[in-house]
């Protein structure tokens, strides 16, 4: 295990809804990645969060967003949920703003939108 | 665009054998970063290997070995001696240090027979 959690681990929403993911990161990790992993494909780099500041976004759209806290903690928020937004998410942590460092992943939000 | 290729969607190998996983990219940077991972069918993704592009050697780490071929942008796994616990899905990554995002590829099912 990683020490990198994330709730809930399973989560059920309707067309048009909107939902929040959370993620605690490993102790002393200051910045926070989210990926989308569809069924079947690697995971996509949704964005990037340092020290409470997103530095960093892939092509999506801007109904994804989020939030990271003083603790080091972050939300992903994802409004007006399409039916392909079914997927496995995930954050990951890592001790400072350099990609190149190791990232600790936590074990995924299964989303299934209706 | 970057891309990251594994061209092996599936492969098995016999328990304490040695097993090949491929993985080529396409770069036009000269320093990047070129990890494995590694999701069990638990879910947590965790980092198998990871080389430096500047480094000439190839990384190792215990049972795990890659086979970097800068010239060629070909970034391949060994796994020796394959044990039951390594089934899972691998996906191969890059990071080009200037662009501080990485892309993972479709991943490869290895599966470890008894």
């Known amino acids: 295990e990683t020490g990198v959690t994330q709730s809930p681990t399973h989560l059920i929403k309707t067309r048009g809804q909107q939902v929040t993911l959370r993620c605690s990161s490993q102790s002393g990790h200051n910045t926070v990645s989210w990926y989308q992993q569809a069924l079947g494909q690697g995971p996509q780099f949704i964005f990037q969060y340092y020290r409470e500041e997103e530095n960093g976004r892939g092509n999506f759209p801007p109904r994804f967003s989020g939030l990271q806290f003083p603790n080091y903690s972050s939300e992903l928020n994802v409004n007006a949920l399409e039916l392909d937004d079914s997927a496995l998410y995930l954050c990951a942590s890592r001790a400072s703003g350099r990609a190149s460092e190791t990232q600790y992943f936590g074990p995924g939000t299964r989303l299934l939108v209706l | 665009a970057q891309t990251v290729t594994q061209s092996q969607p599936e492969m098995s190998v016999q328990e304490a054998e040695t097993v090949t996983l491929s993985c080529t990219y396409d770069t036009s940077e000269n320093n990047y970063y070129l990890f494995w991972y590694k999701q069990p069918p638990s879910r947590q993704m965790i980092l198998v290997i990871r080389?430096?592009?500047?480094?000439?050697q190839n990384a190792t780490e215990n049972r795990f070995s890659v086979n970097f071929q800068k010239a060629a942008k070909s970034f391949s796994l060994k796994i020796s001696d394959s044990q039951l616990g390594d089934t899972a899905m691998y996906f191969c990554?890059?990071?080009?240090?200037?662009?501080?995002?990485?892309?993972f590829g479709p991943g490869t099912s290895l599966s470890v027979i008894p």
């Open positions: 080389q430096e592009a500047y480094k000439q």
């Open positions: 990554a890059h990071l080009k240090t200037s662009y501080d995002k990485v892309i």
